[in-house]
């Protein structure tokens, strides 16, 4: 079974400056894909970023940006430039296609979170 | 564009009831999911669904019933509901067969009480 792990429940930093949230996940797949949500007080689930494992180039949007790391299973977030309206709960999740007799289906596996918050 | 909507947004129902939540995608998505968030065990997958009327089990699928006869509609009915099941309900559908971007909606509050 697929794990997601992130080791950090709690994180603070200030405002303008960056922080890196952690995520290591286990697999024996090579082929799936990994995301990062943002969950607000609203707790309304926000797609922040996503990485095709099979891509090596690390994805980027915006101020926020990753480190995937294959062969350590490891899929960190960067925050740059740090906003009030970054805090929030963060996911990391994990996403691999499923074979079954119905055919193929999608299964997304999140951790824990890490509840971020940014000090003025 | 109505995208993904839950219903009801809060519920508040006894032990032993049968409860439904709804949801409901505007997109034609092929791909569903049912999750609960719940504190200290992040988002759970209840239940999935590939196309109508194919659907299979998650992580907690225990005392839940889904069913797709549409595309566009997943309901999650807990069929004699326990406090156990007090949670953050999410729905969610996928946009394509890569699975490389899920929507959420807003999320079901049920208290069982």
């Known amino acids: 079974a697929q794990t997601v792990t992130q080791s950090q429940p709690e994180m603070s930093v200030q405002e303008a400056e960056t922080v890196t949230l952690s995520c290591t996940y286990d697999t024996s797949e090579s082929n799936y894909y990994l995301f990062w949500y943002k969950q607000p007080p609203s707790r309304q689930m926000i797609l922040v970023i996503r990485?095709?494992?099979?891509?090596?180039q690390n994805a980027t949007e915006n101020r926020f940006s990753v480190n995937f790391q294959k062969a350590a299973k490891s899929f960190s977030l960067k925050i740059s430039d740090s906003q009030l309206g970054d805090t929030a709960m963060y996911f990391c999740a994990f996403m691999k296609q499923i074979r079954n007799s119905g055919g193929s289906n999608y299964k997304l596996t999140f951790g824990k979170g890490t509840l971020l918050t940014v000090n003025p | 564009d109505a995208g993904i909507t839950q219903s009801p947004r809060y519920k508040i129902t006894e032990t032993g009831r049968q409860v439904t939540l709804m949801c409901h995608q505007t997109w034609s998505h092929s791909y569903m999911f049912w999750y609960r968030q719940d504190l200290g065990h992040g988002l759970r997958l209840i239940y999935y669904s590939a196309a109508a009327d194919i659907t299979d089990k998650g992580e907690v699928p225990d005392g839940y019933v889904v069913s797709r006869s549409k595309t566009e509609n997943f309901p999650l009915t807990l069929e004699s509901a326990t406090r156990s099941q007090t949670s953050v309900y999410f729905c969610?559908?996928?946009?394509?067969?890569?699975?490389?971007?899920?929507?959420f909606g807003e999320g079901s509050w049920l208290t069982v009480v």
């Open positions: 969610a559908s996928s946009v394509d067969r890569s699975g490389n971007t899920i929507y």
């Open positions: 990485q095709e494992a099979y891509k090596q």
